[in-house]
């Protein structure tokens, strides 16, 4: 009976960690968003709305909006926005836009798979060479999902004061 009950405790802490890491999320897209707005400069959003998430693909069922511009490795993950958003296929590390082009960056699910803590910060750097503003969403070590995954490389966290925590897993 106990192992019953520690299963169901378990089960409700995920459920309850994967819905506030996408409420998490939302709001950290609303926050990119309305930077961008404010400085009247566009939005780049590193990582498609329905990032590797087949389920939400195949429903249609963004996890967060698109912005102006949506880049990723498969531009596949970034279809079904807007008209006229611009998809571009690149990699995070080597972003084809000049110098603060862009008010805001939100990076969703990305920097987890980079290979190393030096590609992090490489492509840390180089959203900060694009935009004003970069917030960063990515998987806690709370979520049992964000451990089974192989293809999660790194631990990332933002902090308040807007700087990077890389791991290595």
Not at 4 to 29: D, F, N, P, W
Not at 51 to 69: E, L, Q, T
Request: aromatic share 8%; proline share 6%; glycine share 8%.
């Amino acid at each position: 009976m106990w192992v019953r009950t520690l299963a169901l405790a378990v089960g409700a802490q995920q459920g309850l960690a994967v819905h506030q890491e996408h409420v998490e999320r939302r709001a950290k897209y609303q926050v990119a968003r309305d930077y961008a707005d404010s400085v009247r400069k566009p939005m780049l959003v590193v990582g498609g709305p329905y990032g590797g998430n087949s389920v939400n693909f195949w429903f249609r069922v963004p996890a967060h909006g698109w912005g102006d511009v949506c880049l990723d490795l498969n531009p596949e993950t970034c279809s079904g926005g807007p008209p006229e958003l611009e998809i571009i296929e690149a990699d995070v590390r080597n972003i084809p836009f000049s110098d603060k082009y862009f008010g805001s960056a939100f990076v969703s699910h990305v920097l987890e798979h980079l290979p190393t803590v030096n590609d992090a910060q490489m492509a840390f750097a180089e959203l900060n060479r694009v935009s004003n503003k970069v917030i960063v969403a990515s998987p806690g070590k709370d979520v049992i999902t964000s451990w089974l995954n192989p293809d999660h490389h790194l631990w990332v966290q933002q902090k308040n004061d807007g700087s990077l925590v890389v791991e290595q897993r």
